[in-house]
């Protein structure tokens, strides 16, 4: 029974932390757009590698290299 006068004072200071946390995260922008990184994964981008590139620019180069 003892236990409980360290466990609870414990628990509430821990659930003061994760709220401080969460409003602190809140603060600092970390929820503005929650949407745009999730989508950015699935967005088409029509830029080649650049290795890719230099081999379509000069194929010549290429068949010296073989």
Not at 3 to 20: E, V
Not at 21 to 39: I, K, R, T
Request: glycine letters at 6%; charged letters at 25%; aromatic letters at 8%.
């Amino acid at each position: 029974m003892n236990i409980l006068y360290l466990l609870i004072p414990l628990g509430l200071l821990l659930l003061g932390l994760a709220i401080a946390a969460f409003f602190w995260a809140v603060g600092s922008g970390q929820f503005d757009d929650l949407e745009s990184p999730a989508m950015s994964v699935v967005m088409d981008d029509d830029t080649k590698p650049a290795a890719e590139n230099r081999r379509q620019a000069d194929p010549q180069k290429d068949k010296k290299d073989e």
